[in-house]
């Protein structure tokens, strides 16, 4: 009985304590849009354009401008002068984060990616690009170095369409610099890759290697 009465009285001293405030219902805010975030501010971003991804920029145009003009609602221009693309936030942009993927997009263009791989970095949020040189695995010279650019691709390509497959990745060699396009995961299975074939091993040997870890992959995904 005494104890009821305790529990009873801690009750009413919480309620009293609380006071009528506690019943009102929690104020609810909307997000807030970009614009907003930065006081006003617009938000910019450029990429430089090299020399060599110029004519392809032009003929990709419209396919690289349509999806971040309408889907992501950001501004973007070229700009001749300074050959660099400049992207901006505008007041109908919905989410801040916008801006850096569409930046990420054009990057990943800039690097030597088809639009239609590069556009994943869009739609997917845990999709990266990691670049490295072969001088940094390896100091090669000479013939030795274009061995090793022989071995990452294959006849025909086939060393890297198999390592592609087989991480889920996109690989563009563009002379001795190596852009990887993946998820995290997947980008160090074929880094890993990448690195055996250009200190020497054998591709026979790294397909096995390969076939081994994606079915780890494939039992724990």
Known sequence: MASSELAGGAVAMEME????????PRPKFPALKPHEMSDGKVQFRKVPV????????????????????????????????ARRVEL?????????????KCADFVHAFMLGFDVADALA???????????????DVKALRGEHLSRAIGRLSGKGGKTKFAIENSTRTRIVIADTKINILGSFINIKVARDSLC???LGSPAGKVYSKLRAVSARLAERY
């Open 121 to 135: 970095l869009l739609r997917l949020d845990d999709l990266y690009v990691d670049s490295f040189e072969i001088k």
């Open 17 to 24: 304590v609380r006071g009528p405030e506690a019943d009102l």
């Open 88 to 100: 901006k936030t505008r007041s109908d942009t919905p989410d801040v984060s916008n801006l850096q």
């Open 50 to 81: 090299p020399p060599h991804r110029f004519s392809p920029l032009k003929r990709c145009w419209m396919e690289i401008y349509t999806p971040i003009y309408e889907q992501m609602k950001i501004d973007i221009r070229m700009n001749l002068k």
């Open 196 to 198: 055996s074939l250009i």
